[in-house]
């Protein structure tokens, strides 16, 4: 731990927190998504249908129901080739919130920052309890404990590439009993660290609550430890303030993604990316500002711009011109995109 002090954990090895630059705190690079496959409930041959611009539209809106569109590990040169306008649009470093259960590769994500530039913190842990082994299930606490301390100190899946935040942490809703071990394990292992950790909160909007109750009695430091995807979670503003009172960082990470149904949860009206920059600016009157964080969560194929998608350059691109002209200003939205992700990703 003391190694790591003051510093940011990138899979090519430590930097100093200065060299981030604009920072997308929620993303994924090479993964698989098929654990969260939804059969549509029409137009059932677009199931395994390739992806082509006659039935784009439909992939768009039904992300979770074509097979293909899961297999983003399938797409390194696209992602790379994407990696680079981000860069060039001023991007500085991506946190690859991928963990164990949804295919991390963390080889990958190496050659990726080394061809680009890109600084890359990539994710120990567990995804959510449908992807946990029968063997995962049954580890205690401590050995889980011990598997997430060794993917931030040693290197994760065999190799000695080292991972620089926990999370992101898979939780469903409600809660499983091998989801809220993980979360222990996590608590204790950020003790022992002093590292980042990122939370994915099972979709209602007492989730993260119950969440963030259980890291604080297992002595997990709630300042150091993203809640993600609030803008699916919690959309009444006195229940999201009463939640920001809780002390982490409030992470909208859903930008570029609009649709008419939400798979996943079709009492949710996904927001546009208009709603998500009055939440955002919501949250900064109300005194948050250095609490926010944002990013895309980019985790499927028509997301990406050779599938006609919005990039990971959507936010530096489209979104801050928009926060600018509904009056962010630019000191806001360094604070959002520089600094509060250097401050959350520097270990203690």
Request: aromatic content about 6%; charged content about 20%.
């Amino acid at each position: 731990m003391s190694s790591l002090s003051g510093k940011v954990q990138t899979v090519l090895g430590p930097i100093h927190p200065d060299q981030l630059g604009y920072t997308l705190t929620h993303e994924h690079l090479s993964m698989t998504f098929n654990c969260c496959f939804c059969p549509p409930p029409a137009q059932k041959a677009l199931v395994d249908a390739p992806i082509v611009m006659e039935n784009l539209f439909w992939v768009k809106q039904n992300p979770y129901s074509n097979k293909e569109n899961l297999l983003l590990n399938q797409e390194a040169e696209a992602v790379k080739e994407e990696l680079l306008l981000f860069k060039a649009a001023g991007g500085g470093s991506i946190v690859e919130n991928t963990t164990n259960g949804i295919s991390r590769d963390v080889k990958m994500l190496k050659k990726f920052s080394s061809d680009t530039g890109v600084n890359i913190i990539g994710g120990a842990g567990f995804y959510v309890d449908a992807t946990h082994s029968s063997a995962t299930r049954l580890l205690r606490v401590e050995q889980l404990t011990e598997i997430i301390v060794n993917e931030v100190l040693q290197g994760a899946d065999g190799t000695d590439i080292k991972c620089g935040i926990i999370g992101e942490i898979g939780c469903s809703w409600p809660l499983t009993e091998s989801e809220k071990k993980i979360l222990q394990a996590t608590a204790e292992a950020q003790i022992q660290l002093g590292c980042p950790v990122n939370i994915h909160p099972g979709r209602n909007s007492d989730a993260p609550s119950q969440i963030i109750q259980i890291l604080q009695e297992a002595g997990s430091d709630i300042s150091k430890t993203v809640m993600s995807h609030l803008d699916r979670t919690i959309f009444d503003e006195s229940k999201l303030l009463e939640f920001a009172k809780l002390g982490s960082y409030l992470e909208y990470d859903l930008f570029g993604t609009e649709m008419l149904n939400y798979q996943f949860n079709q009492e949710v009206d996904m927001p546009s990316d208009n709603d998500r920059i009055k939440m955002v600016r919501m949250l900064i009157n109300e005194g948050y500002e250095d609490r926010i964080v944002i990013s895309h969560d980019i985790h499927t194929k028509n997301r990406l711009l050779k599938y006609g998608g919005h990039g990971y350059s959507h936010i530096l691109n489209n979104i801050v011109p928009k926060m600018l002209v509904r009056g962010i200003s630019q000191q806001s939205i360094d604070k959002i995109l520089l600094e509060n992700p250097k401050k959350w990703l520097t270990f203690k």
